[in-house]
């Protein structure tokens, strides 16, 4: 196990993987992105139907261990030490498995568009693990037969230490075919130097102190979540009425929306351009742990939202047994903790905080309530919508883009 003051060293306000993909995808055309997912959509597929009908049971009992493990993942999302990570060469020590990580991952549609093809043709696509986002590109991936389901058995960490939020999601019943990396929260946060009054509520962005320094994000799934909360429906059992109904509110609002914002959202906080907007919780910890003490991270009277990136095994993967050795090695609170203090967003190993503050010593990440949320917390944070087939998917994107747009 590397050594916890060397650890304790490194801790300092990291970019997180939402800044690089800002400014990595640069030059990627989105409507191109758009049109390779419309043509990998569940929508035609044929490959799905042959895939599903896997006897899992039978696949595991087959395979034969191996000692490489070729891991896909979004860039500055893992502990490292100079140059190297430490939880990775922990895993190789106890296990024997080289570990080929790969920061290849900058945004899930992209990506997602890159690795179908290979997935349709049932060919390789040199990954055993990619960590995506619960979202629409994910659920493709189960829904076209494109990852595998996975052998329980062979994850009793997961069952023994992961957190009550990250187990039976409704994107994935079960755990199926997932578990949880890291997650996050989607609330509210404001600049208590210059905020006329503290912010509670999705209600207070309505209020006209407020004009030309609200900030609002320019996701539309993000977007439209906080118009469904603010009217007092939980987006994870949503309906298309429903969505229309947010899209008025924040139609309604958009007079004193200073601006639709990307990651830039947290610079326009801290330098007091905007005095309120949609915030991700790892983000503010880190804008707040940096030097801005101004900021806070609030969980609005009507809910956040909670989103997660998940580990998947592609179909095709060769390397499988040695893809859920490693889960199952994450799913411990020493090699989590290690992740956590150097990623701070919200763990998935509530056991992790004590070796976090006990061990790595570091009490500002253990004893925070956006690394390490309570009950009453996870009962405020409420899901995404899970679409059941493109046409929804489009259907959403409808009723919201233009408020965006507008």
């Not at 650890?7 to 306000?13: V, W």
């Not at 009507?302 to 997660?308: C, L, R, S, T």
Request: proline share 7%.
């Amino acid at each position: 196990m590397p050594d916890p003051a060397l650890l304790r060293g490194l801790t300092r306000r990291r970019i997180s993987r939402r800044t690089m993909l800002q400014g990595m995808l640069g030059g990627v055309s989105m409507a191109a992105v758009a049109a390779s997912l419309a043509g990998c959509s569940i929508q035609g597929s044929v490959s799905s139907q042959a895939q599903q009908k896997v006897d899992w049971n039978a696949f595991w009992a087959k395979q034969k261990p191996t000692k490489k493990l070729n891991f896909a993942n979004w860039p500055l999302y893992i502990d490292q030490s100079h140059g190297k990570y430490p939880s990775l060469e922990a895993f190789t020590k106890k296990t024997g498995i080289a570990v080929n990580y790969q920061q290849v991952i900058q945004n899930n549609a992209p990506f997602y568009a890159a690795v179908a093809p290979e997935l349709r043709a049932h060919e390789d696509t040199g990954y055993d693990i990619v960590v995506m986002t619960n979202g629409w590109e994910l659920t493709e991936m189960i829904v076209n037969g494109f990852v595998m389901e996975l052998d329980h058995s062979r994850l009793p960490n997961f069952a023994k230490y992961g957190a009550e939020n990250v187990k039976n999601p409704p994107y994935d019943p079960k755990n199926k075919h997932s578990v949880v990396w890291q997650t996050g929260f989607t609330g509210l946060a404001y600049n208590e130097k210059l905020a006329p009054k503290p912010v509670t509520s999705f209600q207070d962005l309505l209020d006209p102190v407020f004009k030309g320094h609200i900030g609002m994000m320019n996701d539309n799934t993000e977007l439209g979540s906080a118009g469904l909360l603010a009217i007092g429906v939980n987006p994870t059992t949503s309906t298309p009425s429903d969505w229309r109904k947010a899209a008025a509110w924040l139609k309604k609002q958009r007079p004193l929306v200073s601006g639709y914002y990307d990651q830039s959202y947290i610079d326009r906080l801290s330098n007091g351009d905007t005095w309120v907007s949609q915030a991700w919780s790892g983000d503010i910890f880190q804008a707040i742990a940096g030097g801005n003490k101004h900021l806070k991270f609030v969980i609005p009277e009507e809910g956040q939202m909670i989103w997660h990136d998940n580990m998947m095994i592609p179909m095709q993967a060769q390397n499988p047994l040695s893809a859920l050795s490693w889960m199952n090695f994450y799913y411990t609170p020493e090699i989590a903790g290690m992740v956590e203090d150097w990623v701070n967003y919200v763990c998935p190993v509530p056991d992790a905080k004590d070796y976090i503050l006990h061990t790595l010593k570091d009490p500002d990440v253990a004893n925070s309530p956006l690394v390490f949320p309570d009950a009453a917390t996870d009962k405020k944070s409420h899901d995404f919508y899970v679409f059941k087939n493109y046409d929804e998917y489009e259907e959403w994107n409808k009723v919201f883009n233009p408020v965006i747009q507008s």
